[in-house]
């Protein structure tokens, strides 16, 4: 099997996997939540505009994270898949010139969709309701694990298949430089919820500067570190250290 036949097979199981999780979260989905689902839409659909090069790896991120977890802990597994769907579609969109891809569009949004259904599925689990997770930290730490397996290791095994690297490797580097982000979005998402149930959705979600802030940060520290991977950057400083 020749490396373009991996890779579309890989993205045909990927959008399968979203296709009958998508599914079985619409079949669970009653309770619609119409103001807040729109909101929380808008603002990931903004947020995922604002992307930051990884240095090193043929890949970006999104500073949305923290209103997908939003979504994920609070609305029902459709509209938590739409919400996901939609700002992905907006991420991926290419920008005035750029080439459209469609199966770069195709494995983002279904590789989203999954790995936001699994987590909102998870998250709502009765078993976890009778453990009483669903409520606590616990339950936001393990929604935000999910999301992180469920984007992280898709990632790193589609590019392990394109590039003909390794895919552990690959996930290492991906998490090492990802993980201290799903821990300040998860950080994020619990200070949205504790003044959701005090103050109101509408102002929980005054949280938008403070995710411009994150991008702001995030663009300089990666991009120092960018400049530290370039060639004639690792040259010279060979040269200084002779």
């Not at 397996?149 to 898709?154: E, K, R």
Request: hydrophobic share 50%.
């Amino acid at each position: 099997m020749n490396n373009t036949r991996r890779i579309q097979t890989f993205i045909g199981a990927m959008m399968l996997a979203s296709v009958i999780t998508a599914g079985y979260a619409g079949f669970v989905s009653h309770a619609l939540h119409t103001y807040f689902a729109l909101a929380v839409l808008v603002l990931a659909a903004v947020t995922s505009r604002m992307k930051v090069k990884l240095p090193g790896i043929n890949g970006n991120m999104s500073v949305n994270l923290p209103f997908l977890l939003t979504a994920v802990v609070n609305l029902s597994a459709a509209e938590a898949v739409v919400v996901t769907c939609v700002s992905t579609v907006v991420q991926c969109w290419p920008r005035k010139n750029a080439k459209f891809n469609p199966q770069q569009m195709a494995f983002n949004v279904s590789m989203m969709a999954f790995a936001s259904c699994l987590a909102n599925l998870m998250f709502h689990a009765d078993r976890l309701r009778g453990m009483q997770w669903s409520s606590s930290t616990w339950g936001l730490t393990l929604a935000t694990a999910t999301l992180f397996l469920g984007q992280t290791a898709p990632v790193a095994a589609i590019v392990a298949v394109s590039e003909g690297k390794a895919a552990g490797q690959i996930w290492w580097s991906l998490a090492h430089l990802s993980f201290p982000y799903y821990v300040v979005s998860a950080g994020v998402t619990t200070m949205v919820q504790a003044v959701s149930s005090h103050l109101g959705w509408g102002l929980a979600l005054a949280v938008f500067p403070i995710m411009y802030g994150i991008h702001r940060s995030y663009q300089l520290y990666f991009g120092r570190m960018a400049e530290t991977l370039r060639p004639e950057t690792l040259v010279k400083a060979a040269g200084a250290g002779a």
